[in-house]
């Protein structure tokens, strides 16, 4: 993976808190009136029915439990930048785990307002500053607390897209927290300085190998809304079909960003 070469961006540690808290209830209220059908309907996320995917919305956040009875690991060895690119290897195993947790919860929305309480006396507990032996790697509990903004943005979509009547809203500090994640990750994975990348109103990132840009409308732009972008960096939307839909605009030589994403699996 290549190192970052610039200053990692940061994140404020209270409106984290809050954006993960209400993105979650977001998700609770929504889906407290679901019926056995609605619960049993299918998702574009494999065999995952929309039961399943709630219940993984809930293993999502509880991860930060997990992390923290954990023994303390002596020292940061990951980013919130580099977070994004664990997740694949891990897709087998939090399949399992997801599955298992459906069986144990038959009542969804029960089990999100039990994730929930536990959260919250967790973040009382514990400072931003604890270190957390995560999946992805060491990292303080308030950095980790950012990814969760992903994982709460991206399967609040998964939600939506599987049963559109519940039209869940999401959070903006969580969208935007969500949303300069993914485009940080993008700027590790292809460094550089040729392309800008333009997610309005929440992220500008430059990258790509080539001339760099010093001055004046740079030669290569990308430009989409924070929703096509997280959908595009996390696979669940193609770049050509982005394109063909007129949700993505691109100009330049290098602005074709197709083989570079997803970023996220």
């Not at 399943?52 to 940061?76: F, N, S, W, Y």
């Not at 308030?142 to 994982?151: G, P, W």
Request: proline share 9%.
């Amino acid at each position: 993976m290549p190192p970052a070469k610039k200053r990692a961006r940061s994140y404020d540690p209270a409106k984290t808190r809050t954006a993960v808290l209400t993105q979650l209830a977001n998700v609770r209220e929504a889906v407290r009136g679901l019926g056995p059908e609605q619960l049993d309907l299918p998702t574009r996320l494999g065999e995952w029915t929309v039961r399943d995917l709630i219940t993984h919305i809930g293993m999502a956040v509880t991860a930060v439990h997990r992390a923290v009875e954990k023994p303390l690991p002596p020292k940061q060895t990951v980013t919130v930048a580099e977070w994004p690119f664990s997740t694949a290897s891990n897709a087998a195993a939090i399949d399992d785990f997801t599955r298992g947790l459906t069986a144990r919860h038959p009542d969804p929305g029960a089990y999100l307002d039990d994730v929930d309480r536990s959260l919250r006396a967790l973040l009382d507990e514990h400072p931003g500053s604890r270190l957390l032996q995560t999946s992805a790697g060491a990292l303080p509990l308030a950095d980790y607390l950012v990814t969760r903004t992903v994982e709460l943005v991206v399967h609040t979509d998964d939600l939506n897209a599987a049963v559109p009547a519940l039209d869940v809203p999401y959070d903006r500090q969580a969208l935007a927290a969500a949303t300069r994640v993914l485009a940080d990750a993008l700027a590790l994975k292809a460094p550089g300085g040729s392309t800008e990348v333009r997610v309005p109103p929440y992220a500008v990132v430059q990258c790509v190998e080539g001339p760099r840009h010093t001055r004046g409308t740079p030669p290569n732009v990308v430009e989409t809304d924070p929703l096509t972008w997280i959908r595009l960096a996390t696979g669940r939307v193609s770049w050509q079909d982005a394109l063909a839909g007129a949700k993505v605009s691109a100009s330049g030589e290098r602005a074709d960003l197709g083989a570079l994403l997803p970023v996220m699996a």
